[in-house]
T-cell receptor
Framework: GEDVEQSLFLSVREGDSSVINCTYT??????LYWYKQEPGAGLQLLTY?????DMKQDQRLTVLLNKKDKHLSLRIADTQTGDSAIYFC???????????FGAGTQVVVTP | EPEVTQTPSHQVTQMGQEVILRCVPI?????FYWYRQILGQKVEFLVS????????KSEIFDDQFSVERPDGSNFTLKIRSTKLEDSAMYFC?????????FGPGTRLTVL
């Protein structure tokens, strides 16, 4: 079955860029998503990319996809303290299908 | 902005009791899901629902679990006889336009 891996922790200084990485195993994964979870809260959809795209930019967020290596990354420019959260990578073979989630990357932003 | 809502936010129950977790998906969405997140672990898919029937379920979703869309707006998850290991955060999601939106979750604590 699909396996989605993320590094568990990232510490970044306020104002710097954060890069969160994700790898997946199923080459038929077509829809790739990033969610943000703040303490005690639900999963907030941040952005997503289709497998026929290499990059997607949305304000401070940039998603890069290397389909050959099955590697997805999320870059947050000018990281703020409000960006401190757990970030989940999730992949699916269909837009209506089940998601496979990574374990989440805890991002801590220090002043 | 439309959102997925869930009630209750926190449910405490005794082992062996039945619980019903409720969700109101986004109104024009057609696909609905339940996921769970045991504390400190990955978000895991339980079941997807489309056209008033289960479209896919995971190994976790055994005979103790059932889902229902009783009235065209609510989407419920029933656990017939709760076990200690059912303690988790349960997320409802609905999907439309390639985006899967999650509710805030119900924290289920089984004592």
């Amino acid at each position: 079955g699909e396996d989605v891996e993320q590094s568990l922790f990232l510490s970044v200084r306020e104002g710097d860029s954060s890069v969160i990485n994700c790898t997946y195993t199923d080459s038929s994964s077509t829809y790739l998503y990033w969610y943000k979870q703040e303490p005690g809260a639900g999963l907030q959809l941040l952005t997503y990319i289709f497998s026929n795209m290499d990059m997607k930019q949305d304000q401070r967020l940039t998603v890069l996809l290397n389909k050959k290596d099955k590697h997805l990354s999320l870059r947050i420019a000018d990281t703020q303290t409000g960006d401190s959260a757990i970030y989940f990578c999730a992949v699916s073979t269909d837009s209506w299908g089940k998601f496979q989630f990574g374990a989440g990357t805890q991002v801590v932003v220090t002043p | 902005e439309p959102e997925v809502t869930q009630t209750p936010s926190h449910q405490v129950t005794q082992m062996g009791q039945e619980v019903i977790l409720r969700c109101v998906p986004i109104s024009n969405h057609l696909y609905f899901y339940w996921y769970r997140q045991i504390l400190g672990q990955k978000v895991e898919f339980l079941v997807s629902f489309y056209n008033n029937e289960i479209s896919e379920k995971s190994e976790i979703f055994d005979d103790q679990f059932s889902v229902e869309r009783p009235d065209g707006s609510n989407f419920t998850l029933k656990i017939r006889s709760t076990k200690l290991e059912d303690s988790a955060m349960y997320f409802c999601a609905s999907s439309g336009n390639n985006e899967q939106f999650f509710g805030p979750g119900t924290r289920l604590t089984v004592l």
